[in-house]
């Protein structure tokens, strides 16, 4: 674990972490009923078009594995699972696959494309603290702000480690999100204080807590 911390690569990509296979049609009237509802709305849909299948796996594990085993539908279909890892799961997505012709190979290009622009992907410490080092170095800007940056740019999905930082990240998203920057504002002046008593403390304190969630 230490050295997957350390690793300037992440330990989940599509290039080692997938599978892709086909799954032939059976019968209708041989449709295993757990089946009926995604049957359904693949049918609704046009060839190539996946769908992530989540909300029609069970919450029991072992019946979540029968389901995607046993999986088999009126009409060939395809799917791509992506191992997450740990208790992130698989993702498991879905398609149709004409029945009586070769597969389109541009079409189903296309389509890998788009999967592998969705899944999710997962930095390692030392991956993170390169890019914040790297710009640590611009005047005025606080190890909270480098981290909301290094996420949006990099589209990052591992979670904050620690309650406080995460808060500090949601409320800047809130403010990106709302183009406002005035909707940070500092609770000494609100409290009516404008003396300079206590910056020196302030001053620490800011310091401190920069460096330990740097």
Sequence with gaps: MTNLHHSDESARNPENDCIMYRISACEDENLNENYSQLNNVLLEIH???YIDIKQYLPTDVMKRYRFIKELQLTFPIGIYRY?????LGTINYVWRIPENEEQNETLKARMLARINKELPHYFTRQMR???LNKYSYI???TPAVLRMLHFDLTGNAAVTSDAISHDVEERLRLMLSLADPNIIFDLR????????????FWDEMDAYFNEQVL
């Design 47 to 49: 060839f190539y078009e």
């Design 139 to 141: 005047q005025k800007v």
């Design 189 to 200: 002046t609100n409290n009516g204080f404008k003396g300079t008593k206590f910056n020196v």
């Design 129 to 131: 603290k390169n890019v």
């Design 83 to 87: 191992y997450q890892g740990n208790y």
